[in-house]
């Protein structure tokens, strides 16, 4: 079965300083898509970045980019520049073809003024 | 917004009782995923709708179902409802079957069960 690791259930950041999140995840698959959603206080989960498996170049968006580690099943999000928006929940997914997807429990993120 | 949207917001009821809650995807989405977020499992999948037809299932109990209209909206529908219900349900919308796709989630609807 697949599972998703989040190893840090709370992370601090200074205003416009750099944090990282951990991520691990369980497969025997070959073909599979990561994300990363965020989830503020609103409760809305938004979708901030994806990977696809099969590509090498670790995902940018913005201020935020992963460390896409195929072999050793890890995915990490940097957060550049760090703003009191990004204070939320952040949730690691992976998704296999046709199936369903499965999240980590989270890291909570503060950004501190 | 993700154009995903959901109805009610907000839902309270009583233990025993029956809820609908729906789904509108994106235009031109034809997947319709439900997963429930509580406190102590977590995100969970429940079950999820292409066109119309169940395409696969998690861990949705046997008083859940769910259907996907003509229109592809999306009913999640609970009963014989219980104090460990009380969570938030979302509806996510895809726009194809293949693995690509990115599924977009709606707000959420909190149900509360007294």
Known sequence: AQTV????????VQEAETVTLSCTYDTSESDYYLFWYKQPPS????????????????????????????AAKSFSLKISD?????????????????NDMRFGAGTRLTVKP | DSGVTQTPKHLITAT?????LRCSPRSGDLSVYWYQQSLDQG???LIHYYNGEERAKGNILERFSAQQFPDL?????LSSLELG???????????????????YFGPGTRLTVL
């Open chain 1, 5 to 12: 690791t989040q190893s840090q259930p709370e992370m601090s």
């Open chain 2, 16 to 20: 025993g009782q029956r809820v609908t």
């Open chain 2, 43 to 45: 995100l969970q999948f």
């Open chain 2, 73 to 77: 909206h999306s009913e999640l529908n």
């Open chain 1, 82 to 98: 760090s703003q009191l928006g990004d204070a939320a929940m952040y949730f690691c997914a992976y998704r296999k073809r046709y």
């Open chain 2, 85 to 103: 219900d009380s969570a938030l349900y979302f509806c996510a919308s895809s726009g194809a079957e293949g693995f690509t796709d990115t599924q």
């Open chain 1, 43 to 70: 409760r809305q989960m938004i979708l901030v970045i994806r990977q696809e498996a099969y590509k090498q170049q670790n995902a940018t968006e913005n201020r935020f980019s992963v460390n896409f580690q195929k």
